[in-house]
Structures are given as structure tokens and as C-alpha cells.
């Protein structure tokens, strides 16, 4: 079968059922299904697919008919700069988490050396675009899944920073090595009964434990704020990504535990997204 045939068929079984980005996601499975880049796919409709791979390809568009990601299905997802390694053990990287690299880049622009930990760093997206950007920061990684960590560890040696990179299986909870002039986390902040809300792309395939976020959608966030003002040096500041209508209980939280309020970022749709404390006494 030829290229144009086969993009067409996976194009109209797409858009038959609602998949948004029917075209380009045809093209990128295609892609994928026999190893060209998209570029060839576009320039040579006339190229004929062998039938092993027209078979991949046809289960590739039948899984992503039924809502799987994209980024599930070619294993991949471009955050910031970098491309990273993903599976559904862990949650996809969203545009609006870049406001956390963005200003952190900001404050740390004229300081150098800065050790930090990442709080449930999944593909570990936001941590290891850290490290590329600033070569003499040194990062610490803790999270409770195991296969988080494998993913975590690839993305690591692929940008060539895993040497920098210590990374941990565990609850933050009984988390204690170190101290850290920075500490960022995003983590689970949904509500649990707001969970079967979520578009079906997200509830039906990414990692539950990456979006409970308990019943009050803040009971990690406040284990998060509790730890950290144990792990964090005096003056050292916690960056922590949060829902659109929290952040009035998220900064008590970090009053009461000795945090001062800097900043509080909206991300692109101009929603709440991103709190800038730093730790003011011990």
C-alpha cells in the first residue's frame, strides 16, 4: 500500500472518532510504524509500505482511536529543549510546566553551583532541562515509583547528564539525605473525585499516582511543603506547580511552615500554575 493511501484511511478512522490531530498523529505513527522521519513521509506519498509494517501501523491508529497519547505510542514527548523518553509509567510533560524551568533560569541566573531536589520527578522533564541549561548544578531525584526511575535514568544518559543526577526510589516521607538550596516539585494535585472528570486521553492511560492528589487534592502538596521545610537550607526556595484554585490554601500551607511568599506564576491560559517561596527561618 502507498504512503498517501494509508495516511488517508488512518486520517478518516481518526477524525471518525474525534482525535483533534487526526493528519499530523497519521503522520507521526507512520513514522514510527517504519522508521522514517515525517519529512519523508510527507515528501514520498508514492513509497510503498511492506505489509508487516502496514500492520503496525493499523494497530498503532487503532489504539490511538481509543484515546491512547500520542507520546504513549511513539514513546517520546519534546519538553523545553530536549526530547524525552516516555511510558505510560509516567505522566506526560505539559507545555505549562515549562514556567518552572523559565524561572528558575531567572532567579539562578548570577548564582552558580546550586544543589537541588526534584519531589516526584517522573520522566524527570523538569530536573534534567535544569541540568542541561546550567552545567554546575547538581540535581537529587526522589520518587515513589520504580519505573519512573528506569524511564528517568534513560532521559539522563540520553542528554548526557547522569552524572549529575542522584536519583531515588522512595516516599517523600522517609526522604532525608541531603540539604538544598532549591526544591521543586509537581505533584498529584487533582481531587480524587474530580479524577473522572479528566479528558479520557489522561484518566484512561496516564499514572493514577501521578494525579491523586487525595481527597482535598492537597495531600501531597502538604506532605511536599512539610518535607521540604526540613530539607531546605535557610533562604533556599521551594518552586511547587499546583491547580488553578489553589493557591490561597497552598501559600497557608507554606506559612505555616516557615516559607515566605514571593511569587505566584499563571501559566499560558492564564491560570494559577506555579508558587515561589523561599525558606525564611529554620
Same mark, same amino acid.
Given at each position: 500500500m502507498k504512503l498517501e493511501l494509508a495516511i488517508n484511511e488512518a486520517y478518516q478512522k481518526l477524525k471518525k472518532n474525534n482525535i483533534k490531530s487526526a493528519l499530523l498523529d497519521s503522520e507521526l505513527l507512520l513514522s514510527k510504524a517504519i522508521n522514517k522521519s515525517r519529512e519523508f513521509i510527507i515528501l514520498n506519498s508514492k513509497y510503498n509500505i511492506n505489509k508487516k509494517d502496514y500492520c503496525n501501523f493499523k494497530n498503532l491508529i487503532n489504539q490511538r482511536s481509543n484515546g491512547k497519547p500520542i507520546a504513549y505510542l511513539t514513546s517520546k514527548k519534546f519538553f523545553w529543549k530536549y526530547e524525552f523518553l516516555v511510558n505510560d509509567k509516567v505522566l506526560i510533560p505539559r507545555p505549562d510546566t515549562e514556567i518552572i524551568i523559565e524561572n528558575i533560569l531567572s532567579i539562578y541566573k548570577k548564582k552558580n553551583n546550586i544543589s537541588f531536589l526534584d519531589i516526584g520527578f517522573g520522566s524527570g522533564c523538569i530536573m534534567l532541562s535544569i541540568l542541561k541549561e546550567r552545567? =554546575?548544578?547538581?540535581?537529587? *531525584?526522589? =520518587?515513589?515509583? *520504580?519505573?519512573?526511575?528506569?524511564?528517568? $535514568?534513560? $532521559?539522563? %544518559?540520553?542528554? *548526557?547528564?547522569? $552524572? !549529575?543526577? !542522584?536519583? %531515588?526510589?522512595?516516599?517523600? =516521607?522517609?526522604?532525608? +539525605? *541531603?540539604? %538544598?538550596?532549591? +526544591? +521543586?516539585? $509537581?505533584?498529584? %494535585? +487533582?481531587?480524587?473525585?474530580?479524577?473522572k472528570y479528566l479528558e479520557k486521553d489522561v484518566i484512561k492511560f496516564e499514572p493514577k499516582i501521578a494525579l491523586d492528589g487525595g481527597l482535598d487534592g492537597i495531600s501531597e502538596i502538604r506532605k511536599i511543603i512539610k518535607k521540604s521545610s526540613e530539607l531546605i537550607k535557610r533562604g533556599g526556595k521551594l518552586i511547587l506547580e499546583i491547580a488553578f484554585n489553589q493557591k490561597e490554601e497552598v501559600k497557608q500551607l507554606l506559612r505555616n511552615n516557615s516559607f515566605y511568599i514571593n511569587l505566584v506564576i499563571k501559566d499560558l491560559g492564564k491560570n494559577n500554575r506555579c508558587i515561589i517561596s523561599t525558606k525564611v527561618e529554620k
Open positions: 552545567k =554546575d548544578f547538581k540535581a537529587t *531525584g526522589v =520518587d515513589i515509583s *520504580g519505573d519512573a526511575l528506569k524511564v528517568c $535514568n534513560i $532521559n539522563a %544518559y540520553k542528554l *548526557g547528564v547522569k $552524572n !549529575r543526577a !542522584r536519583l %531515588y526510589k522512595s516516599d517523600i =516521607d522517609k526522604f532525608s +539525605i *541531603g540539604k %538544598y538550596d532549591l +526544591i +521543586i516539585s $509537581n505533584p498529584p %494535585y +487533582i481531587k480524587k473525585l474530580d479524577l
